[in-house]
């Protein structure tokens, strides 16, 4: 009892260090003025294999930063001329509250099944089996609302200087740099843990 008593008290007066992130290593500073709320943005598109095997950790910093973590999407990879298509299907999944399902089922359909979506068509379908019928869909597809969503995503991608995906960026200041974990022990937590880091600062 003593000793695990004197293992409590040690564990009080030296506090393990906390994980170091390093400016130029670890992430970026893009910006003098953060966003006025905390918040991380994934940018990110469904015709991208980096994205698709990025998700679980996404979904990761999803579940530990619930207020702040949000997903948009990019057209600039435009496959078969359906990147902007893309924007407002995620914009529409958006609205809809069927973000999970929606995600999961086009990820699904592109590289599980290495079955590209290319076709209006395709989109219908997998909105038809998230309980959305043809009707409906191509009602709301160009939709205002939905296009205007699909452009502001476009446009914040524009403003952060987004080329490649996915990318995160931290209080609209700060980009994290996955490669500059590549030495880490565990690169999951490691990079989620970071991503908390900067939306103290």
């Known amino acids: 009892m003593k000793k695990m008593l004197f293992a409590v008290l040690a564990l009080m007066m030296f506090p393990v260090a906390a994980q170091q992130f390093e400016e130029g290593v670890h992430y970026e500073v893009i910006a003098e003025q953060g966003t006025e709320k905390p918040e991380i943005k994934e940018f990110f598109s469904f015709f991208c294999g980096a994205c698709y095997r990025f998700e679980p950790i996404a979904q990761a910093m999803a579940e530990e930063y619930p207020e702040a973590f949000e997903k948009s999407h990019v057209s600039f ?51 038809a089996t998230n309980g959305v019928s043809k009707e409906d869909f191509n009602k709301m597809i160009n939709s205002f609302a939905v296009r ?21 960026i931290v209080n609209g200041k700060y980009r994290l740099l996955p490669q500059g974990f590549s030495e880490s022990e565990n690169f999951v937590d490691d990079f989620i843990a970071a991503a908390g880091y900067l939306l103290e600062q």
Not at 103 to 124: K, P
Not at 155 to 160: D, G, H, L, Q, W
């Open 77 to 127: 990879i435009n496959y078969k001329g359906q990147g902007m298509t893309m924007n407002q299907a995620w914009a529409l999944a958006e609205q809809l509250g069927k973000e999970k399902e929606i995600s999961a089922a086009i990820f699904q359909r592109n590289f599980v099944q290495n079955n590209m979506m290319g076709t209006m068509e395709d989109f219908e379908a997998v909105f």
């Open 148 to 168: 205007g969503m699909a452009n502001k995503m476009d446009r914040e991608a524009a403003n952060y200087g987004v080329n490649s995906t996915p990318t995160f």
